[in-house]
């Protein structure tokens, strides 16, 4: 046994960038390889997509076990035994030469990288002064950023000037080093040998979960309303209420939902699972406008997406020092008032809108998630006694895999019958550019939504939010 070091705030920091950067940036990057994994593999778009669905789901599949996992083994375990199997199995996706053995590999590789995020934030309030906690969380947000930021510019160069497989390959020295900084940084501690894990709990959750995901990873080829994906999506949702039911009958619940009856914390995870659902739909429709509409390479699009995402990783700085002066409330509506009016101008593109002027309503949008991102996380964390806040860190992670799983969904769906809708009566190009617009619209109005929740959250005294 031992107690964290507060010398040690370098190293956690460490873990937490590079963490969170492996965790969206294998979310996001391996989009600009799927023209490259068609042809190498000679597979089709729907096989080569399943490289991604099958990392994502399993994240969110394993993601709601987080805390238990965290209680049962220790945080430094669970994170240093689930970073080696990432490295090793990121290793063996780059050696791998059938797609099919390749998505196996990566839905073992998203099993193992569910601990990430989670198990930073899960730090972040267990071991870091509470004045403190708002600088890291900046830093967790920040890193988050950095994925889908710089992740389509370092594919496109290893795939022009290396190779695929440093797509996986690049995890490997990365993952190892969050590794090592974990052994060093988080403290030695005892997991709970008598706390087994409730086995009609960990059934229904898995398939639960797994159904729901899938469910959605497959409605934008078979449709919403299709008896398959709706039968999968009912199914999934009555296993996940049996799996939140019985956590408040069990002495040990494997995620305790108690988190939800302090109303700040529900409110807030509202925001968060809407905040979610508008981040997911960017890499989407952006490609298509900037790069089958505008003609931009991959390359291309992922410099020019380079300059929003600086507005959202230095939105969070600014954020966090107004933290100190604002209420959270304030700065929570200010990123969603950006969010929600970037998205409505995005809506407004046309085939011939000025790269510039569109570019710069992206970098508002990103300003939005820069800004709120931290104070929607730490206004409802910080309602938490301390006994709850691993299954808080734990929930808030579940629901953002959710949320960005059925919003993708929703959103394919729209654009889909839009622009098959306008390409019946004209050009293509115009349909695609309907539909795009139609997606950031109805994401605006979403959003809209949200800035409704937020009306009802406490104003908090700066001071008060900031006390040990």
């Known amino acids: 046994m031992s107690t964290y070091s507060q010398k040690n705030n370098g190293l956690l920091i460490g873990l937490i960038i590079i963490a969170c950067f492996l965790s969206l940036f294998n979310s996001t990057a391996m989009n600009a390889g799927l023209p490259m994994f068609i042809k190498i593999f000679k597979a089709s778009v729907t096989e080569v997509q399943w490289i991604m669905i099958g990392y994502t789901v399993m994240m969110g599949v394993v993601s709601p076990l987080a805390s238990w996992f965290v209680h049962r083994f220790s945080l430094r375990r669970y994170f240093v035994c689930s970073m080696l199997a990432f490295s090793v199995l990121s290793l063996l996706s780059g050696i791998g030469t059938n797609i099919y053995l390749l998505i196996v590999v990566r839905a073992l590789q998203g099993l193992a990288g569910a601990s990430m995020v989670p198990v930073s934030m899960i730090a972040i309030y267990r071991y870091i002064p509470r004045h403190k906690q708002p600088l890291f969380i900046t830093i967790q947000n920040m890193s988050l950023s950095l994925g889908p930021a710089i992740g389509p510019v370092i594919a496109g160069l290893l795939l022009v000037y290396v190779s695929w497989r440093w797509l996986f390959w690049l995890n490997v020295p990365l993952a190892l080093l969050a590794m090592v900084l974990g052994m060093k940084a988080l403290p030695k501690e005892d997991g709970l040998d008598g706390e087994d894990l409730d086995f009609l709990s960990m059934v229904s959750i898995l398939i639960g979960s797994l159904l729901v995901l899938l469910a959605f990873s497959l409605a934008s080829d078979r449709g919403l309303l299709s008896p398959m994906i709706l039968s999968m999506i009912i199914g999934g949702v009555i296993l996940c209420a049996f799996f939140i039911?019985?956590?408040g009958k069990l002495r040990v619940p494997v995620l305790s939902f108690k988190t939800l009856r302090y109303r700040e914390f529900a409110l807030s995870l509202i925001v968060n699972g809407l905040l979610s659902m508008a981040l997911c739909l960017a890499p989407f429709v952006l490609a298509i406008?900037?790069?089958?509409?505008?003609?931009?390479?991959?390359?291309?699009?992922?410099?020019?997406?380079?300059?929003?995402?600086?507005?959202?990783?230095?939105?969070?700085?600014?954020?966090?020092?107004?933290?100190?002066?604002?209420?959270?409330?304030?700065?929570?509506?200010?990123?969603?008032?950006?969010?929600?009016?970037?998205?409505?101008?995005?809506?407004?593109?046309?085939?011939?809108?000025?790269?510039?002027?569109?570019?710069?309503?992206?970098?508002?949008?990103?300003l939005g998630i820069g800004i709120m991102g931290m104070p929607v996380t730490d206004h409802g964390m910080r309602a938490l006694p301390s006994e709850l806040q691993d299954d808080g860190s734990t929930l808030i992670n579940w629901v953002k895999l959710m949320a960005s799983s059925f919003s993708l969904s929703v959103f394919t769906m729209v654009y889909t019958m839009v622009s098959s809708d306008v390409a019946g009566a004209g050009s293509e190009v115009l349909a695609m550019v309907k539909g795009v617009d139609e997606v950031f619209v109805s994401s605006a109005v979403m959003l809209a939504a949200g800035l409704v929740v937020t009306a009802f959250l406490k104003n908090v005294n700066p001071r008060e939010k900031l006390s040990k």
């Open 245 to 247: 039911r019985r956590q």
């Open 289 to 366: 406008y900037l790069q089958t509409v505008r003609g931009y390479s991959a390359f291309a699009y992922g410099l020019l997406l380079l300059v929003p995402a600086i507005f959202s990783i230095g939105g969070a700085p600014i954020s966090q020092r107004l933290y100190s002066h604002l209420s959270s409330k304030v700065l929570i509506a200010l990123g969603l008032v950006c969010l929600t009016v970037g998205n409505f101008l995005c809506g407004l593109a046309a085939v011939d809108t000025s790269i510039v002027f569109f570019i710069g309503v992206v970098c508002l949008r990103y």
